[in-house]
């Protein structure tokens, strides 16, 4: 039996790729919104060293030092884990209870929505207008969070798959506004925004918890690696409801040597910038909509994102079909190489032009 081509997450799906006939390194994944450089040559070099043979650290101690060190703040405000994925999980089981409604700012990832179904909760969505660029309107937040009273919410800043990157003033005035639970801010592409404002205040006021992943800006995909920033507390809370080892020691020493990287991180943005012109002024010269926004991919119009998605699969491309966001007639494009991104446009025109045919 063939599976479904509709996925809740970008990357490649080896059974997918061999109805089709085609290896992994015969495609360009564009599903995947990861830096186009792949991971830190020192994190590779640290992989070298790693004893496979012993257990990880279940502290994480040289990992959650490097990232406190990172970001100014002490090893008992970080706490590391199995990617953003498992964070959000435990984030939500530590805070959403049966029947209860965290408030969700949509279209966004869908991790959050299936974390709460795990505890039986359904949350309230908060829509973007896509007439006004998938932004939201925050005037009326402080009615929606009496009303709702969530124990959670949920914001993606900058927004996946739409790009949007929600002011300071919003943000902070929703975290200011919240009177019946936190702030879960997922930061995970944060790294990509060309001036980005500090977050970290906010962290501080306990009413806001801040989420990042190592996957996209240090190429560390495979291994799994994110981080909550949150009040010891809150961390201490959430370290309980995480089974140990949960981040493997391969994972520890890659993130320690990623954060050490600094020239990796710049060359990775540099590329992205350039990869991102290229899709802009083709896209714009063939006439094709798309939401550019702050991070490192670009959501297109395309109409019927499955089988746009399935045309390009057959050339060795592959993009991200955002039915799973509610957006059925857009794909998600992560930005690579300029040269890829060419590429990508001129398979896009030929798959437009031969359906609108």
Not at 149 to 154: A, D, G, K, S
Not at 183 to 199: A, M, N
Not at 215 to 231: D, E, P
Not at 263 to 273: A, F, P, Q
């Amino acid at each position: 039996m063939a599976m479904t081509t509709v996925q809740a997450h970008g990357g490649l799906r080896e059974a997918e790729l061999r109805e089709l006939g085609l290896r992994p390194d015969e495609v360009i994944d564009f599903s995947a919104s990861v830096t186009p450089l792949g991971a830190s040559p020192k994190a590779v070099a640290a992989l070298r060293q790693v004893d496979y043979s012993r257990y990880p650290d279940p502290d994480c101690t040289r990992l959650r030092e490097a990232i406190a060190a990172h970001h100014g703040v002490t090893p008992a405000e970080v706490l590391p884990g199995n990617g953003a994925t498992e964070l959000i999980h435990l984030v939500v089981r530590l805070f959403v209870r049966r029947g209860q409604r965290p408030i969700v700012f949509m279209p966004t990832f869908g991790e959050f929505e299936r974390a709460c179904q795990t505890v039986n909760a359904t949350p309230y969505p908060w829509h973007a207008n896509p007439a006004r660029g998938f932004r939201w309107n925050f005037a009326n937040k402080a009615a929606v969070l009496r009303r709702v009273t969530p124990p959670l919410v949920y914001l993606c800043s900058p927004n996946n798959p739409t790009g949007v990157y929600p002011a300071e003033r919003d943000v902070r005035s929703l975290a200011m506004a919240l009177i019946s639970g936190p702030l879960l801010l997922d930061e995970s592409y944060i790294s990509f925004v060309e001036e980005p404002w500090d977050s970290l205040p906010l962290m501080r006021t306990g009413r806001v918890l801040l989420l990042r992943s190592m996957t996209k800006n240090y190429g560390l995909a495979g291994l799994r690696l994110g981080y909550l920033l949150a009040s010891p507390d809150v961390v201490n809370a959430v370290r309980r409801l995480q089974p140990e080892w949960s981040v493997s020691s391969a994972a520890q020493a890659a993130g320690v040597a990623a954060l050490a990287d600094h020239e990796h991180l710049e060359r990775g943005r540099e590329v992205v910038r350039a990869g991102k012109a290229v899709l802009r002024v083709g896209l714009t010269r063939l006439g094709i909509p798309f939401h550019e926004g702050a991070a490192n991919f670009i959501l297109i119009q395309v109409g019927n994102a499955t089988a746009v998605r399935a045309a390009l699969l057959r050339q060795g491309l592959a993009v991200r079909d955002c039915t799973s966001f509610g957006l059925p007639q857009y794909i998600r494009v992560g930005v690579r190489r300029p040269e890829e991104c060419e590429r990508l446009v001129q398979a896009l025109a030929r798959v437009l032009e031969e359906r609108h045919a």
